[in-house]
């Protein structure tokens, strides 16, 4: 993106970002956002397998966390994992053949949009069931905490997560090690059909964290440097050796809970009123609008190839060959060999 020869004054905290970061933390939602349309619509063509569910108008946690992260340190995802994963580094085109179910995907076309995990980019997996990465972000922890290295896990999770057993189990644990692990809870108002207010008697999962005895934060998750600044200071607490946070970023999803989802609890002029007022890119075009940054022309140069990269994605999927017989029963068991036998 082209920058624009005079920085205007402006009162934007840009905590520390390069403008080549702040550039970045736009492309990266955009990313997302046009990837996830991309794969609406070809989920609308049954061109796409298995269940989908969207990150749309989320776009700032993951980025906003991942930019707060390194190379070696590890996420755990959720059932809303595309964002996570393009946050965390992995590309677009074996995402989009792993939704295809292509052996192209990251893994092989046998995880599908719940399961897409890539080691490499230390994503250890979106997860098909609910609050399941707070066990095991809290794991990945303890593994860096036995070794003595400075790596951080940081776990996604949903105001619904918050709900269940393994996040008590986890984050006490985690706590009491004093574990170099971020918990991150979108909390985007609805565990499926159910408002947070049918699902919690108090008001913040943050508030939660004093029973833990780790310091609980509140963050606008429409607010993409917000959501980085409280993540990095959660991220140097972590790797700093003070033990886990817990970050509740207050944000909104624009589709349904999954794709098909009829939105009975919902109204159309709440979901308008969102997308009007929290869409975090609106709101981002603006600031780099006011940093001095970039000019409409310059952002609609990013969506073109931001675009160009998604068809790309696509294609390349669907040349790509289905996996083969040969790897039914690969992948079962860790260590088995290619004809499934254990090692
Ligand atoms: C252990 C478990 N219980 C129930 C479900 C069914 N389920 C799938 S997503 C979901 C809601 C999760 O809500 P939240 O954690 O807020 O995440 P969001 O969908 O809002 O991103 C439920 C209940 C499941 N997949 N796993
Ligand atoms: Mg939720």
């Known amino acids: 993106m082209a920058m624009l020869s005079e920085a205007p004054k402006t009162s934007i905290d840009r905590h520390g970002l390069s403008d080549q970061q702040l550039l970045q933390l736009y492309a990266t939602m955009l990313r997302i956002r046009r990837f996830e349309e ?14 989908v569910h969207l990150y749309i108008g989320e776009e700032a946690v993951a980025t906003g966390s991942c930019t707060a992260l390194r190379d070696g340190d590890v996420i755990s995802s959720t059932h809303r994992g595309h964002g996570h994963c393009i946050a965390k ?8 053949a792993e939704l295809m179910g292509k052996a192209t995907g990251y893994n092989l076309g046998k995880g599908g949009s719940m399961h ?48 269940h057993g393994a996040f008590h189990e986890g984050i006490n644990f985690a706590a009491t090690l004093k574990l170099p692990v971020v918990f991150v809870c979108e909390n985007n108002q609805y565990a499926q059909y159910q408002s947070v207010s049918q699902d919690m008697a108090i008001a913040n999962v943050a508030d939660r964290a004093a029973a833990y005895g780790i310091p609980g934060v509140i963050v606008d998750g429409s607010d993409v440097l917000a959501v980085h600044a409280a993540v990095a200071e959660a991220v140097g607490r972590a790797r700093g050796g003070e033990g886990p946070s817990l970050v509740e970023a207050k944000t909104y ?47 609609q140069r990013t969506d073109a190839r931001v675009k160009d990269e998604v068809e790309r994605a696509v294609a390349f999927a669907e040349a790509s060959p289905e996996p083969g017989e040969e790897l039914l029963l690969t992948d079962i068991y860790s260590g088995a060999d290619a004809a499934g036998r254990d090692l």
Not at 89 to 96: D, I, K, N, Q, S
Not at 132 to 148: D, E, H, K, Q
Not at 253 to 260: A, D, N, S
Request: aromatic share 8%; hydrophobic share 45%.
């Open 89 to 96: 580094g992995l590309e677009l085109a074996p995402m989009m």
């Open 253 to 299: 999803r624009f589709e349904g809970h999954f794709l098909g989802d009829p939105e009975p609890y919902r109204t159309k002029e709440e979901v308008a009123q969102a997308r009007a007022s929290r869409d975090p890119l609106i709101r981002f075009s603006a600031v780099l609008q006011e940093l001095g940054l970039a000019d409409a022309a310059a952002l």
């Open 38 to 51: 991309r794969v609406k619509s070809l989920f609308l063509e049954a061109r796409l397998y298995g269940s």
């Open 116 to 163: 897409i995990a890539s080691l490499d980019h230390g994503m250890l997996g979106a997860n098909g069931i609910v609050s399941a990465g707070i066990p095991i972000s809290t794991g990945a922890a303890l593994g860096f905490w036995v070794r003595g290295s400075k790596e951080v896990a940081l776990c996604f999770f949903g105001d619904g997560g918050a709900n």
